[in-house]
């Protein structure tokens, strides 16, 4: 089988190729990092460490969850590496189930850009004031262009991951799947 097949849309095989080896890397980032993890959970010294830690009070949603649940955010990494992984592999073989699958995971990215595009505060802290007084400026200026940049890479993002999977769903793409 050829990388990029005559016939077929070269800009797809190699995109879906390129997707292929990030998402294979990440892969086996995530599994290391998963690895790692559960060495530092079996040991006891991290309770008691974790035990005497204290959290922001105005941690943001998505960062208070993963501080609460550490191993299903690894576990979550790993799986969604991989899917893409296998997804962008069956694209390039220009699988039905592929596209179905890669055109799915394409609009979650979406929507979930669209959520960080809307409300930047789950991911980033709000600044730091206390009856319209700033209370550390220099924090809340880097806290603002933190989320200045978000909504920038949201928007940039998702309007790809948007364009993917309604090029995928929709588009003359979807002919070449079998």
């Known amino acids: 089988m050829k990388l990029l097949p005559e016939g077929k849309s070269k800009a797809l095989s190699a995109g879906a190729l390129g997707a292929a080896a990030a998402c ?18 079996s040991t006891p010294a991290f309770f008691l460490a974790l035990g005497r830690s204290t959290l922001p009070v105005d941690m943001p949603p998505l960062a208070g969850f993963m501080v609460n649940h ?18 962008s592999l069956g694209v390039w073989a220009r699988k039905e189930w592929g596209r179905r699958g890669a ?10 850009a669209l959520l960080l595009l809307l409300f930047p505060w789950l991911a980033v ?25 978000l909504r920038l890479g949201a928007f940039a993002g998702g309007g790809l991951c948007l364009w993917g999977a309604l090029a995928l769903d929709r588009g003359p793409l979807k002919r070449e799947f079998i």
Do not use: Q
Request: charged share 15%; hydrophobic share 60%.
């Open 24 to 41: 294979a890397v990440m892969s086996l980032k995530a599994g290391r990092d998963l690895l790692t993890l559960l060495d530092v959970f």
């Open 70 to 87: 550490m191993r299903l955010a690894f576990v979550f990494s790993l799986l969604f590496w991989t899917s893409g992984l296998s997804l």
């Open 103 to 112: 055109f799915l995971m394409l609009y979650l990215l979406a929507a979930a």
């Open 125 to 149: 802290p709000r600044p730091l004031e206390y009856g319209g007084v700033s209370l550390a400026p220099e924090f809340n200026e880097s806290v603002k262009l933190a989320a200045r940049l």
